[in-house]
């Protein structure tokens, strides 16, 4: 499985960003994608997550309200609409897949996500 992330840059505080991840070379028919993000000198945190198949989303609290995810099934193709950044919200944003599980909710902890990408930097300058 290759993640393609894009979208990272600089941007003022209370600016907007919006990230994108394309996946190819997946063989199943459905997933979860997804963001992670990991911000100097800290442990990598969980951001959003979405299912391929269903109406079912995820975030974590710090970003609720201010981040959107959206897909493209069609493409494979998630997206982080982010809004209202602060500087705590400076990090190396990394594009996550996982097979979906229907019996199970969205997966939160880093140790359940085997493929990711190659991490994009968002910037926040206050």
């Known amino acids: 499985v290759q993640l393609q992330a894009s979208g990272g840059g600089l941007v003022q505080a209370g600016g907007s960003l919006t990230l994108s991840c394309a996946a190819s070379?997946?063989?199943?028919?459905?997933?979860?994608m997804g963001w992670f993000r990991q911000a100097p000198g800290k442990e990598r945190e969980f951001v959003a997550a979405?299912?391929?198949?269903?109406?079912?989303?995820r975030y974590a609290d710090s970003v609720k309200g201010r981040f959107t995810i959206s897909k493209d099934n069609a493409k494979n193709t998630v997206y982080l609409q982010m809004d209202s950044l602060k500087s705590e919200d400076t990090a190396v944003y990394y594009c996550?897949?996982?097979?979906?599980?229907?019996?199970?909710?969205?997966?939160?902890?880093?140790?359940?996500?085997?493929?990711w990408g190659q991490g994009t930097l968002v910037t926040v300058s206050s």
């Open positions: 996550i897949l996982k097979p979906e599980n229907l019996m199970r909710p969205i997966s939160t902890n880093v140790n359940d996500y085997n493929d």
């Open positions: 070379g997946y063989t199943f028919s459905s997933w979860v």
């Open positions: 979405i299912r391929r198949t269903r109406t079912g989303v």
